[in-house]
Every structure is written in C-alpha cells, then in structure tokens.
C-alpha cells in the first residue's frame, strides 16, 4: 500500500485547522504505514500559561490512559509470553484477602475477578472513585481501593475503570517483585529504544513537557507532573495513569505491535497479540482485548468511520490517542493538550476521528 500526499496533507491539515482556529492549544501528530513514517508534525503550542511555549516534534505528553495499553497491559502481555501469568489467574491469589470477609453478592464476587476481567475492564469494579480525597500515604490510598465494591458480577458488563487498572499495576508488581515503572522501563521501553518515555519526569525535563490544567491541590498549571488525580495521589506511578512519551516513541510501540501481528520476532509473541486485539466481551457494552478499545466498526468510535473493522486503540483524556489497523499496515498518532488550562474543551472528541477519517482516505493500493 501506499500514501496519496495530497490527501495526507489534508488529513494533517485537520490538525492544524483545529489548532488554528484554537480549539486546542497545540498537538503533535504521526502516521505510519507499513516502514514509511510521515511526521510528527508539531503545532501551536505546547503551552499558554503561565508563559507561552511553542509546540515542537520532541515535546513530552502526559499520555493520561495510554499507560494502560502502552505500559501496563504490554508488561502483562509480556508476562504471558513468558509463563509468569494466566488470564485467569485470580486477583485474590496475590492480593490475599481481597474480597474476604465482605458481606454481600459484592464481596463474594471479588473472589471471582481475574486478571482477563482486569485487562478487558469486566471486573465489576466502578469506573472511577476519588482516591486522592483519601487521607494518608499511597499504600493508604491503595488499601481504600481494595475494601470498594464491586459494581456487578465480574464477566458481565465492560464498565471502562481506571479502578481495575490501578488494581492490575500492583499485581503485576507482586508478581514480578518490580515497580511498575521499574518493569515499564525494562520490559518494554528499553527494549523499543522508546527513551523518552516514563514516569515522574525529573525536573530538567519538565521543560519540554506538554502543559495540562490548573491543579487546585497544587496551585499552578501542571507542567510534567501527572494530571490524572488518582496517579498523582499514588505517587505519580499508577497502571491507569502517569507515563509521560512522545509521538516518535509511540510510533515505536504501534510498528512492534504490527511485527507481532505479522508474525514477525517481535517483542510480544504473534499469538498474545492476536490475542490481545481480538473482542473478548462479544455481546457487552464495548468491544475489549487485552487493554486494546476495538472499533468493531461502531458508531462514534475514535477511529472514526474509515479505518477497518479490525482496528484498535486507545484514548486518553488529556487528548492523546494511538490508533493501528492491521489490515493496511497503518497507525495514527494524535497528541494533543486540549485540557489545557481547563478539562472543558472537548474538541478532541470531534477532532479524533476527523484526522483518522483524512488519515484512512489516504492510504492506497
């Protein structure tokens, strides 16, 4: 296959449309298909208060929900390959207690949630509680999280819960006696040479880091510091939540995941990503793999209305996603800082599929 530049350029032209128009500050987009790689293209600005910075091709993003495919869910693919985990390994094998005691269908349901229902976000655990507005340290937060019950029967329903994703990270870290970032690093990023991707950025970096909102807590714009409340409350490292990357280091990612696809030596084994991009909630509220959000060809789907029913992706809600359709060879990265200064711009949600619609039309036999 191949690209018609005209028609990628108007694709990129979407972006710098909505930016010009200032619906969003700034974002840094990327396409590949196949070994071809077209961008990143910078845009606008990186910030607007409280001292204006223009947007460049390197600037660090905080990736918000792409953690939970680009770090966590790749480690528990990682652990598959290598005989670590299983699907269906319990959550209460190594979260002793979790669940016992509690009175209750809820209670008694814990027992039941697997490490599937945690990556397809069927575990029955609520979307979202404010863990920051828990007094104490981490740990303490954490400890919070264990005693909340669940929601529905795990298997059932897929609720998308940065709970679960939260709850996953720290198994991952008792499996392995690894912090997770620490497991981040060395399972995933080093290995795709993805060198400007992690957690807690130090502060030399802060710099060039794409700036979020106004934290009330700390009283100033975030500039490299995690937006999302709950990592922030968990010390910046989370499994929903907290890496910092750029455009170029996710194209590294999204051309790993095709090898594996192609059945090429790749990171992960062909058979855990054919896996992990398949539908395992048929009949649900939404299409889930191992971490990967399915388009299933739906309606109102990121990828918008061009990309193949086989695509897959992820979103997070500083603006960012990262979307792959196998069957063209194709990825399109998207980054952006619409909650900047404030999480009331909602452009993105429009400006997403618009840019993959141009992206899809522009790929040829």
């Not at 395992?280 to 193949?308: H, K, N, V, Y």
Request: some cysteine.
């Amino acid at each position: 296959m191949r690209v018609d530049p005209k028609r990628l350029e108007r694709a990129f032209g979407v972006v710098e449309r909505f930016v010009g128009e200032g619906q969003i500050p700034g974002a840094v987009a990327l396409v590949g298909l196949g070994e071809q790689v077209y961008g990143p293209r910078a845009y606008g600005w990186a910030a607007l208060e409280p001292k204006r910075r223009p947007m460049e091709v390197e600037t660090l993003f905080d990736l918000a929900s792409l953690t939970k495919v680009v770090a966590t869910a790749a480690i528990a693919w990682r652990l598959l390959d290598e005989g670590v985990i299983r699907l269906d390994d319990r959550a209460c094998a190594f979260l002793p207690g979790y669940g016992a005691g509690e009175r209750g269908a809820s209670g008694a349901w814990k027992g039941e949630v697997t490490l599937r229902h945690l990556l397809t976000h069927t575990s029955g655990l609520a979307a979202w509680e404010p863990l920051a507005a828990v007094p104490g340290t981490p740990e303490e937060r954490f400890r919070r999280l264990l005693t909340y019950p669940l929601q529905h029967r795990p298997g059932t329903r897929v609720v998308y819960s940065c709970l679960g994703y939260i709850l996953l990270g720290r198994i991952l870290t008792v499996v392995t006696g690894q912090p997770l970032d620490q497991l981040a690093r060395e399972l995933i990023f080093e290995p795709l040479g993805m060198q400007a991707t992690g957690f807690c950025p130090p502060e030399a970096v802060r710099a060039r880091t794409a700036a979020t909102e106004h934290a009330p807590d700390l009283g100033r714009i975030l500039e490299g510091i995690v937006h999302d409340e709950n990592a922030r409350a968990l010390g910046g490292v989370a499994g929903n939540a907290g890496l910092f990357g750029t455009a170029a280091d996710l194209a590294r990612f999204a051309q790993e995941v095709l090898k594996a696809l192609r059945g090429e030596e790749a990171l992960w084994s062909p058979a855990v990503m054919a896996l992990a991009t398949r539908s395992l909630t048929p009949g649900m509220e939404e299409e889930r793999g191992l971490g990967w959000q399915l388009s299933g060809g739906r309606p109102f789907s990121p990828a918008g209305d061009l990309f193949s029913p086989r695509s897959f992706g992820h979103t997070g809600f500083t603006g960012t996603s990262l979307w792959i359709d196998p069957d063209r060879e194709l990825y399109a990265i998207l980054l952006t800082n619409r909650v900047h200064p404030s999480r009331e711009n909602q452009a993105h949600l429009r400006l997403r599929p618009l840019f993959h619609n141009g992206v899809a039309a522009a790929v040829l036999a």
